[in-house]
């Protein structure tokens, strides 16, 4: 069973960056087909951030296009989310999961990102 561990969060100003990891266990796991989603504050939800297709392209979500940048190392087995020019509304919890043709692996604990001056 892979198991995934977040980590790389912390509180920044606005305008700040931050590079997140996803960092994966078990013999099966690919970068392929992951990516990350956001818990908002007062949010039930995890929404679609970043993701790299099965063949390999990157899609982003509206919010954070031209800002985040996801990437992979397969050797590694870990999963990395590089973030600029961080906004308030980029505030939440990171989690790093299956986006593209698997089933969900179990949840991580996340990473805590908190944008404010």
């Known amino acids: 069973q892979v198991q995934i561990v977040e980590s790389g969060g912390g509180s920044v100003q606005p305008g700040g960056s931050l590079k997140l990891s996803c960092a994966a266990s078990?013999?099966?796991?690919?970068?392929?087909?992951m990516g990350w989603y956001r818990q908002a504050p007062g949010e039930r939800t995890r929404d679609f951030v970043a993701?790299?297709?099965?063949?390999?392209?990157?899609n982003y979500s509206d919010a954070v296009k031209g800002r985040f940048t996801i990437s992979g190392d397969n050797v590694k087995k870990t999963i990395y989310l590089e973030m600029n020019s961080l906004q308030a509304e980029d505030t939440g919890v990171y989690y790093c999961?299956?986006?593209?043709?698997?089933?969900?692996?179990?949840w991580g604990q996340g990473t805590q990102v908190t944008v404010s001056s």
């Open positions: 999961n299956v986006v593209y043709g698997r089933s969900l692996l179990p």
């Open positions: 078990g013999s099966s796991f690919v970068i392929y087909g």
């Open positions: 993701g790299i297709t099965l063949d390999g392209p990157t």
